[in-house]
């Protein structure tokens, strides 16, 4: 009988920041017993992903062994580890643990696409424990930015793995569980076999700092404020809101909320119980019957987000209110990678009103909810694990983990998505590699990235579409001359003459000449047909646009 295995496999999140899901599993080999942490999305771009709403992980390789899944574990309510819930889980159908305000969030994600919210079950932190198959979770209480943020501990037959979930060493976080280095000795002392952490600031030097430092800026800030102020963080960070709003309603001013997302995170807080005494806010029906001084909006669309309500302000009037010249608007957040040009689009539309934008360069007004490099020394120090697994974070912030665990004395190897680990001898060793990509949400419907539905869009954006109508009679002879419809084209070309007549005169001429056994085959025709046309409209415009030839035929 073959010997019994303890695997890691990442389905995503590992190589990437974003659209977190990990597999764990203990039994002979093919044979696993497998609990999945986190199930959560990373979002599209006009460039990579134009038209796609919601990025998930593919989860295939799990699905296809659904019937040995025990159970899913939700760490934290960021949409990268919980987004995906809704729309996966059909293709599961595990049980679901969550932390109370976790699983609030969690539930509305099942509700939204029309599953049972029932199937999140609240759990309590450490030392509770959840039976999982063989595998034994725990809840272990770390803060983030955003409340009731959790690692895992997971008991197995061959030893303790802690997974980190995202955290920082925060000691008064304002909202959610400071870090208590006592409770993670406490965890540390049966000892433990895997330290599976978090990478994302591997490369920041210095000690991170604690959401309390940066009240006292931010109100400073608003106090100073002569017209309206508006401020935009990450919507689940609930106590940056808490903070930005104490700031507003000690000014003297009232607090709008704009953005649904931002009033879910608060809603969810308070029915929870881990927000208390948040400021009393208005409507926007309100706030715009108020002074400009006498405002302040906490919006959401830190990101650079199109339909969030930062953009909407940038572009006019949203809700009834809009910004004038002398206003203040301030990103209480960090620009993520690849977000920059939604980012300085909104900046830019904002200083053409008149609008002073403060945005974060200076690390006054917003600090990271995740570990910096001294920090994750520390917890390699504190845990005292035989090995790290670096994850979250891109392959440039695995491998420098590898690097700080080496540096520490502790073995580790970088695992991208896909990448299965052995984690049962004294070192992780690389085992099988499976097949991993993305799956893209495209309005209703779940489609593949390797489909080629996104990929002929990015096509037709960047060559635009010609489409090909021709007419043939009961004897394959021609009815009237093809005509084209230009999409995303110019309608001059070299020539002076309109585009679409110098391609409608070629397909003319091509179908005269055609020979019987062409005109008899629609598969000629149409490959005939599309060469014609990209040759043609190089020669015209310098581009070869995507074709789609629509063949007729008259029946008899």
């Known amino acids: 009988m073959s010997k019994n295995r303890l695997i890691y496999l990442p389905l995503g999140g590992a190589g990437e920041i974003g659209m977190n899901a990990y597999v764990y599993g203990y039994g002979a080999p093919g044979k696993e017993r497998l609990i999945l942490v986190d199930l959560g999305v990373t979002f599209p771009n006009m460039d990579t992903s134009p038209g796609v709403d919601l990025i998930f992980a593919d989860i295939t390789w799990l699905e296809e062994r659904r019937d040995r899944l025990e159970a899913i574990f939700i760490t934290h309510a960021h949409e990268d580890h919980v987004g995906a819930l809704g729309h996966l889980w059909p293709r599961l159908k595990a049980p679901v643990y969550a932390r109370p305000f976790t699983g609030t969030i969690a539930r509305l994600k099942m509700e939204d696409q029309g599953q049972d919210p029932e199937t999140v079950r609240f759990v309590e932190p450490w030392p509770n424990r959840i039976a999982a198959g063989p595998f034994q979770v725990s809840y272990l209480p770390v803060s983030h930015s955003i409340p009731e943020s959790s690692g895992l501990v997971i008991d197995t037959p061959v030893g303790r793995i802690v997974h980190t979930g995202d955290f920082k060493l925060d000691r008064t976080p304002i909202v959610g569980d400071p870090f208590d280095p006592d409770l993670w000795a406490e965890v540390a002392a049966d000892g433990v076999k895997v330290l599976t952490c978090d990478s994302t600031n591997v490369f920041s030097p210095n000690p991170g700092r604690s959401e309390t430092t940066v009240g006292p800026a931010i109100r400073q800030l608003v106090e100073r404020a002569e017209g309206m102020v508006v401020a935009t963080t990450f919507a689940s960070n609930i106590a940056r809101l808490k903070t930005l709003a104490e700031a507003g309603r000690d000014a003297g001013r009232s607090i709008c909320m704009l953005g649904r997302a931002m009033r879910r995170m608060i809603e969810a807080g308070v029915e929870s119980g881990v927000l208390t005494d948040f400021p009393k806010v208005v409507s926007p029906e309100e706030a715009a019957d108020l002074p400009r001084d006498k405002v302040m909006l906490i919006v959401t669309g830190s990101q650079g987000e199109r339909r969030a309500a930062s953009a909407q302000l940038s572009r006019g009037k949203y809700m009834g209110l809009s910004l004038a010249a002398g206003d203040l608007f301030l990103f209480s957040s960090k620009t993520i990678p690849g977000n920059e040009r939604e980012v300085i689009r909104i900046i830019n539309a904002l200083s053409e009103m008149g609008v002073d934008v403060v945005s974060d360069d200076a690390d006054l007004y917003h600090v990271s909810g995740h570990a910096n490099r001294p920090d994750l020394s520390r917890i390699h120090t504190l845990m ?153 409209a190089q020669t015209e415009i310098g581009k070869k646009p995507e074709v789609v030839v629509v063949i007729s035929r008259l029946s008899a």
């Open 384 to 536: 005292k694990p035989e090995m790290v697994v670096p994850m979250h974070g891109e392959h440039r912030h695995l491998r420098e983990h590898v690097k700080l665990a080496a540096e520490n004395g502790l073995p580790a190897v970088v695992a991208v998505n896909g990448t299965m680990l052995d984690l049962g001898g004294d070192r992780p060793q690389p085992v099988e590699f499976i097949e991993t990509g993305r799956t893209y949400l495209d309005g209703a419907v779940q489609i593949g990235a390797m489909d080629g539905i996104v990929r002929d869009r990015i096509r037709m954006a960047l060559n635009g579409l010609v489409v090909v109508t021709v007419i043939l009679d009961e004897e394959d002879e021609p009815l009237g001359e093809p005509w084209v419809d230009l999409n995303g084209l110019p309608e001059t070309g070299r020539s002076r003459a309109a585009l679409s007549e110098v391609l409608e005169e070629d397909l003319d001429q091509f179908l005269r000449r055609a020979d019987d056994r062409t005109l008899a085959d629609d598969d000629k025709i149409e490959e005939a047909m599309r060469r014609i046309v990209r040759q043609s």
